[in-house]
C-alpha cells in the first residue's frame, strides 16, 4: 500500500510539473504572440496610421523589417507621389515577406480607410463591371500601405478623371536575362530611343525598373486617347526593331524573341501598368526603380538593380531628383505623332 502512495504522490507531481511547464510554455506564447501584435500609431500631415508588426522580415536576405520598408516610403514620399497621386494603383503585396509567395492586388480593400480614395476602372473586356482601385494621393496612404506589406506600387499612364487620356507614353526595355551583355543592348535601346523621341519633340526622362531593364517615359497632354499613344508607342518600337533587327524585336512570343531586348510598348494600353518611380522591387537586395539623368546612361556601374532601399536616399541627398521637373514638360502628342509619320511613310 506505501508503494502504492509513494507512486501516486510521484505521479501527481510529475502530473503537476507538466501542467505548470505547460503553463509557462502558453504565458510565454502568449506574450511573444502579445509582442507580435504590438502596434503603435504615427501622425502624418494630420492623418493617424496605425502600424503593427515593424519588427516582420520582409527582404530575409537583406535583413530588412516591415518597418524598414515603411520608414523608406516615408522618406520617399514627397519624391514618389508626384508619379502615383490621382492614377489608380495596384499593388504587390507579401503577407509573410519576399521569400513566401506574393500576390497583385488590384480592388482596394474594404478595412482601407476611407481618407485613401478609390478610383473605378470599368471593365473593356465584358467581364465584371470594374475594379475599384486605391489611389495614393498623400505620404500618410503610402506608408498605410507598405505597412499592409505593399512591396511595389504599380500605376497607370492614366490619372483616375481621364482612364483614356494618357499623361505619359511609356517605353520598357525588357532583356531575356539579368546578363551584363543583355544589359548592354538595353542600354543601346534606351539611348537610341531617347534621341529617337527628342528629335521627335518629346522630353524622354529615364529610370531603371528595379528588376532587369530600364523605362524611358515622356509626359504629354492629355489630348490623346489611349489607343493612339499605344499606336504611337507601337510605331516608334517598330522602326527601332527594324533599323536594328538583330538587337530588339517587338515580338510577342518569348521563344521568337532570342537573345534580342523585347521593346515593350504594351504598358501605354488601356488599364495596363508600369512599375511607379522609386517603388520598390521584391527581389534580393531590395533594389528600387530609380529616375536616373541621361548622362547616367553610359556610367560603368549602372544596371537596373543599382539602387536599393538602403543606397538610394544616400543619392538624393546629393542630387536633385533628375524627375523633379518631369511633368513641366508636357507637349500635346500631335506633333510628335506627324513627324514619326513623315519617317515611317
Known sequence: MAKKAAKKRT?????????????????????????????????????????SSQSATMFPDDGLTKGDLVSYYRDIAELMLPHVRERPLTVQRFSKGIGSRGFLQKQASDHYPAWIPRAHVPSKTGRGSGVDHAVCNEPAALVYLANQRCVTFHV??????????????IFDFDPTDASPASFERVRQGAGMIGELLDELGLTPFLKTSGSRGLHVIAPIERDTQVDDVRAFARAVCELMAQQQPTLFTTEMSKKARGDRVFLDYLRNGYAQTVVAAYTARPLAGAPVSTPLTWDELTAPDLHAQRYTVKNVRERLGRMTCPWAAFYDHAVSLAGPRAALAKRTG
Open 11 to 51: 505521479a501527481s507531481k510529475k502530473t503537476a510539473a507538466k501542467k505548470k511547464t505547460a503553463s509557462k510554455k502558453k504565458a510565454a506564447t502568449k506574450k511573444r504572440a502579445t509582442k507580435k501584435r504590438a502596434k503603435q500609431t504615427i501622425e502624418i500631415d494630420g492623418r493617424t496610421v496605425e502600424l
Open 156 to 169: 497607370s499612364s492614366t490619372r483616375a478623371d481621364m482612364l483614356e487620356h494618357p499623361d505619359q507614353v
